[in-house]
């Protein structure tokens, strides 16, 4: 069965404090890995895809990577506006466009 | 504006009563999918379907019943509610191509 383990489960940082989200995962052939990003009261907004181990996407503070068993998202110099609950998921190969999410990691960035 | 829309926002109702959640977008993907969040935020799928036609049927109770008049809507309606069917309803689109999903705002469902 396809797994998603996110850690840790909360993480408290000071603005411009560099830190790293990791998600560990085991799937039956790897379609691609999904990073998205919640907002209380809102849905999951899509951030990146990685799709084979050595692949990185950027976008602004945020640097996504992955390797055959996980993946981490780098946030450098967060900002109050990162604050969120980033969420990742995996979907496998086989024709389902099913996507498997772990718990996420609520990420609170302090001024 | 492009977007996933889902009606209604909030939903308070009794247990045993049946409720309908509609969910329609205007982005043109073929694919559409109900998650639901527990309270604990984990977002897990009950359904999906690609241009009408169910694909993914997870292990979810009978009283759940989605159904798809087009490609660009997909609705939930669900049975005699318990209070276990509190949680977030999220629906989403995608294309076949594999890509990210694009969420609605979701549908916060409260049994009491």
């Known amino acids: 069965e396809d797994q998603v383990t996110q850690s840790p489960e909360a993480l408290r940082l000071q603005e411009g404090e560099s830190s790293s989200l990791n998600c560990s995962y085991t799937v039956s052939g790897l379609r691609g890995l999904f990073w998205y990003r919640q907002d209380p009261g809102k849905g999951p907004e899509f951030l990146f895809t990685?799709?084979?181990a050595g692949e990185e996407k950027e976008k602004e503070r945020l640097k996504a990577t992955l390797t055959k068993k996980e993946s981490f998202l780098h946030i450098t110099a967060p900002k109050p506006e990162d604050s969120a609950t980033y969420l990742c998921?995996?979907?496998?190969?086989?024709?389902?466009?099913?996507?498997?999410f772990g718990k996420g990691t609520k990420l609170t960035v302090n001024p | 504006d492009t977007a996933v829309s889902q009606t209604p926002k909030y939903l308070v109702t009794q247990m045993g009563n049946d409720k309908s959640i509609k969910c329609e977008q205007n982005l043109g993907h073929d694919t559409m999918y109900w998650y639901k969040q527990d309270s604990k935020k984990f977002l897990k799928i009950m359904f999906s379907?690609?241009?009408?036609?169910?694909?993914i049927n997870e292990t979810v109770p009978n009283r759940f019943s989605p159904k798809s008049p087009d490609k660009a809507h997909l609705n939930l309606h669900i049975n005699s509610l318990e209070l276990g069917d509190s949680a977030v309803y999220f629906c989403a689109s995608s294309q076949l191509t594999g890509d990210g999903y694009t969420f609605g705002s979701g549908t916060r469902l409260t049994v009491v």
């Open positions: 379907y690609n241009n009408k036609e169910l694909i």
């Open positions: 990685l799709y084979s």
């Open positions: 998921a995996v979907g496998a190969q086989g024709g389902s466009e099913k996507l498997v």
